[in-house]
């Protein structure tokens, strides 16, 4: 792809999106890092704003929020890629969810745009650890999750956002659909087995239902954010994603990131010092 073709990152704020934006800004590749906080400003709520933030844009990285797991986003997907082609974009990279029906649903919706498509389904990300939802839940000791004792191959954020980034600039890519995983299986208990012996921290994973999970969610994040994990959490964690995917290793030609790299890096940055 041309070094002169502008990209639209949405989601610049996020764990992905972030690391997306900074990877073209580090390459000297024009781009515009958009959301609900930027002017101009893209907000998923507000399709009326779209067509601006995509002015003078040939590519888009897509992130959706909450998730494409949620009732509408198809929908909202297909919308958003009509709007691209209207607006003259010629390709979208959509970071999708592993193992979500709803999640594969809009990845249909891109494929019958029209326009070019790159799909980057992830599996769950290592820095939901310390960068995400469950970083509370780290610092208090106590992982409690609706996941049983299932096994689960957690990709790292910098694996994802080179893969998108590769997407973006490579049209070798089109068309493809990344399966973005680790290298290893773990379930949540070896996560805090091994988030314990690497910082110093004890963190305990406690299994719950899903009913549990929801009750215990409901006063900390309200109910559409409660209902939306609970039933992420009893779709995906019935041994679906059990498995290893390749798409890293695809994309990119080389391995992805282990677990154990990913705490190297997140105590050197400062991880989980608040409980120090």
């Known amino acids: 792809m041309p ?87 010629r390709k979208i990279v959509l970071l999708s969810g592993r193992g979500e029906h709803g999640a594969e649903l809009s990845e249909d919706r891109v494929r019958q745009s029209g326009l070019d498509h790159v799909i980057v389904r992830a599996s769950w990300f ?62 949540f208990a070896d996560v805090a087995r091994e988030i314990s012996a690497a910082s110093g921290l004890d963190v305990t994973y406690i299994p719950l239902s899903v009913e549990d999970f929801h009750a215990a969610l409901l006063p900390i994040i309200g109910k559409d954010d409660a209902d939306l994990l609970a039933n992420l959490c009893a779709e995906v964690f019935d041994g679906r994603n059990e498995w290893l995917g390749d798409g890293v290793q695809r994309a990119l030609g080389r391995e992805p990131r282990d677990f154990a790299d990913y705490l190297r890096t997140a105590i050197a940055n400062g991880a989980w010092q608040q409980a120090a």
């Open 3 to 89: 070094i002169d073709n502008p990209i639209l990152v949405i989601g610049a704020t996020g764990k992905i999106g972030s690391r997306v934006a900074h990877r073209l800004a580090d390459n000297g590749h024009p781009h515009r890092a958009v959301s609900r906080s930027t002017a101009p400003v893209f907000d998923w709520e507000d399709p009326a704003g779209w067509a601006r933030a995509m002015e003078g844009m040939h590519s888009a990285f897509v992130t959706y929020v909450p998730d494409l797991a949620v009732p509408g986003a198809p929908e909202i997907i297909e919308r958003f890629a009509t709007t691209a082609k209207a607006q003259g974009l």
């Open 126 to 187: 290592n820095q939901n650890f310390d960068e995400g939802q469950l970083l509370p839940s780290v610092l208090s000791g106590t992982l409690a999750l609706a996941a049983d004792d299932r096994l689960e191959p957690f990709v790292d954020a910098d694996d994802i956002a080179d893969v998108a980034v590769a997407a973006l600039l490579d049209e070798r890519h089109t068309s493809e659909t990344y399966e973005v995983t680790g290298p290893r299986l773990m379930t």
